[in-house]
């Protein structure tokens, strides 16, 4: 199951990565087109946040990740690295979970 | 080349972190470092082994990943106007055109655009990769809720959400909330396509 997901989405992704060199470039005539590419990613990252950290299969909990959520937002806004960033959320969902 | 090679210390973390959550999410070390290989751009992997860890059916998580994938087409039209690049290297340059690659190469002065776009690429490609198997490899060595893994892959997701909240708010703050009433209401990764409807409104406005 996993190894099919894994190839579809190479494919897909591969796909759109060579269409974008093949199709001519007037397609960038087409604001819609354009505003949908960039604004999609906002709304699928926007809702991997909150299912990653709010879901527990169909329902909605809160638990350590929140926490770590938190912290992680505290870092961004400190402009701290990405590694940082990841670092200090998973410590503070470990931290929590220990008490 | 300075920049790309900056760029590579960073994107190494940032593999190591992925080749970590797939292992949470039940992928095994090699079905990890396949995932860099094939499909190669960070935010579509991390969503692939998100949704498939949550329970999602496969439809799902590939329908979150290729969607999330569809800016690199964006990215290539954009390149190729400033980058000629025919036969076999066209299947190269496909698949090295990520976020990264296409910053520093629109970003580069005219004369370097070129040299931005390839040494970052494969610099990426091959620091991407060989994080992914350590992040894999270490993270299938220590139980991932002790550590707090699951925790720091939604910090993860806000990372990447965080650069585009300044233009796009609006449009994440209504993915956010559909995905939120979503939850309850369907099956573990269906929540996040919904979430993609947050664009209609943006499209639809003039």
């Keep these: 199951m996993i190894w ?6 190479a494919a897909g992704c591969f796909g759109f990565k060579a269409a974008g060199w093949a199709v001519p470039s007037t397609v960038l005539d087409r604001p819609a087109l354009r505003k949908a590419a960039t604004l999609l990613p906002a709304a699928l990252l926007a809702a991997l946040v909150i299912t990653q950290v709010f879901a527990h299969g169909r329902s909605l909990t809160l638990d350590a990740r929140v926490v770590s959520l938190a912290v992680g937002a505290l870092c961004l806004w400190r402009r701290l690295p990405f590694l940082v960033v990841v670092l200090a959320a998973a410590a503070a969902a470990a931290a929590v979970r220990a008490l | 080349m300075r920049r790309s090679l900056s760029l590579g210390v960073a994107v190494g973390l940032y593999g190591a972190s992925f080749g970590a ?3 949470v999410a039940g992928f095994s070390v090699v079905q990890a470092c ?3 290989l094939l499909v190669f751009t960070g935010a579509s992997q991390f969503a692939l082994v998100s949704v498939l860890g949550a ?17 690199n ?5 954009i390149l190729k106007e400033r980058i000629p690049v025919r036969g076999w290297r066209r299947a190269v340059a496909a698949q090295i055109t990520i976020d990264e690659s296409t910053a520093i190469a629109t970003t580069s002065p005219p004369a370097w655009t070129h040299v931005g776009f390839w040494w970052t690429g494969l610099t990426v490609y091959v620091v991407w990769n060989l994080s992914t198997l350590v ?12 550590v707090g893994l699951d925790g720091a892959v939604g ?7 965080w650069p585009r909240l300044r233009e796009a708010w ?4 209504g993915g956010a909330v559909l995905a939120l009433v979503a939850v309850p209401l369907t099956p573990p990764g269906i929540p996040v396509l919904v979430a993609g409807l947050a664009v209609l409104p943006a499209l639809v406005r003039r």
């Design chain 1, 4 to 9: 099919s997901a894994v190839l579809l989405t």
């Design chain 2, 21 to 23: 959550a797939a292992v």
């Design chain 2, 34 to 36: 396949a995932v860099s």
């Design chain 2, 55 to 71: 329970g999602g059916s496969v439809a799902a998580g590939v329908a979150s990943a290729v969607l999330l994938g569809g800016r």
């Design chain 2, 73 to 77: 087409g964006l990215y290539a039209v």
């Design chain 2, 135 to 146: 992040g894999a490899a270490s993270a299938s060595a220590v139980d991932p809720a002790a």
């Design chain 2, 155 to 161: 910090a993860a997701f806000l990372g990447l959400l």
């Design chain 2, 170 to 173: 609006p449009v994440a703050l």
